[in-house]
């Protein structure tokens, strides 16, 4: 499996970001593909989740109405829409992928094998 993650960049508070996680070698029919972030000095936290198959989506409480993952299905190709923006949301963004992950288990970044090299995203205040 590998994962292409893009879309970082330095934006304005309040602003907006699409990311996106191209994803090839394999069937991702029964994966899931979360969003993490590290925040500097910070440990890897949990974003979002889209398991590939039925589209039910998982957010962390804190990104929740700001933030809005999905996937396209003829892409293999996850994003992340990203908006009002805030200084505090500054992070090296990672998406993952997992197979078979039960609900318990989606928001754990240890429950993902494989990895995204991740992309920058600064806010400026």
């Not at 879309?7 to 991702?28: P, Y």
């Not at 440990?43 to 933030?67: I, N, P």
Request: charged share 15%; with cysteine; glycine share 10%.
């Amino acid at each position: 499996v590998q994962l292409q993650a893009s879309g970082g960049g330095l934006v304005q508070a309040g602003g907006s970001l699409r990311l996106s996680c191209a994803a090839s070698g394999s069937t991702f029919s029964s994966y899931a593909m979360g969003w993490f972030r590290q925040r500097p000095g910070k440990e890897r936290e949990f974003v979002a989740a889209v398991r590939w198959s039925t589209g039910a989506t998982y957010y962390a409480d804190s990104e929740k109405g700001r933030f809005t993952i999905s996937r396209d299905n003829a892409k293999n190709t996850v994003y992340l829409q990203m908006n009002s923006l805030k200084p505090e949301d500054t992070a090296i963004y990672y998406c993952a992928a997992a197979p078979r992950l039960i609900l318990s288990m989606i928001r754990l970044s240890t429950s993902y094998h494989n990895w995204g090299q991740g992309t920058l995203v600064t806010v400026s205040s």
